[in-house]
Antibody, heavy 121, light 108 residues
């Protein structure tokens, strides 16, 4: 079955870095755009990045642009999020999601179970 | 700010029908039929309910339906059940992101 499993979350100090991974299985990973979406505690969903099938199209939300980098390894069927210069407000559960069609005309399905990033001194 | 606007909360009794609105603009929801809806129970990942405004993935109950009028999309849940109590998010691509702020559904 289609499955996405995130890992790499944890406690990090402000200004620190963390790398999240999302392992995909059950579908042809290289055929799909992928996205990262986060949810701060008690808050709503916030899209933060997406990446095209061959990584030639990448977009970020203004809130993470310049600090986060999304990448993918189609051979390893994995998606990554390198997070630098972390701030308190980056504390959230981070989800990876498969994108159907292209993000501007598509939808997110399925979602992984999420990984918690906690930024605190 | 959220990309599209949803009510913070709605409520209904078991067996009733409720609607959750999702308001955008003539540049997004009003222009394209690319609205999707997600259900999220506490501590769980969001789950796709509706895509392309009205389409339901296999396995999603037909009690969930979507529609659109002008710049506003709507999710209708008929025959409310206790397990429908959850947060619901609409999504449409805009220049400030994808998601509404979410609507908490309480089944009384």
């Amino acid at each position: 079955q289609v499955q996405l499993v995130e890992s790499g979350g944890g406690l990090v100090k402000p200004g620190g870095s963390l790398r999240l991974s999302c392992a995909a299985s059950g579908f042809t990973f290289s055929d799909y755009y992928m996205s990262w979406i986060r949810q701060a505690p008690g808050k709503g969903l916030e899209w933060i990045a997406y990446i095209s099938t061959s990584a030639n199209v990448i977009h970020y939300s203004d809130s993470v642009k310049g600090r986060f980098t999304v990448s993918r390894d189609n051979a390893r069927t994995s998606l990554y999020l390198q997070m630098n210069s972390l701030r308190d407000e980056d504390t959230a559960v981070y989800y990876c999601a498969r994108v159907f069609r292209i993000p501007s005309a598509g939808w997110f399905d399925p979602w992984g179970q999420g990984t918690l990033v906690f930024v605190s001194s | 700010q959220s990309a599209v606007t949803q009510p913070a909360s709605v409520s209904g009794s078991p067996g009733q029908s409720i609607n959750i609105s999702c308001t955008g603009s003539s540049s997004d929801i009003g222009l394209y039929n690319f609205v999707s809806w997600y259900q999220q129970h506490p501590g769980k990942a969001p789950k796709l309910l509706i895509y392309d405004v009205t389409k339901r993935p296999s396995g999603v109950s037909d009690r969930f339906s979507g529609s659109k009028s002008g710049n506003t999309a709507s999710l209708t849940i008929s025959g409310l059940q206790p397990e429908d109590e959850a947060d619901y998010y609409c999504s449409a691509y805009t220049n400030v992101g994808f998601f509404g702020g979410g609507t908490k559904l309480t089944v009384l």
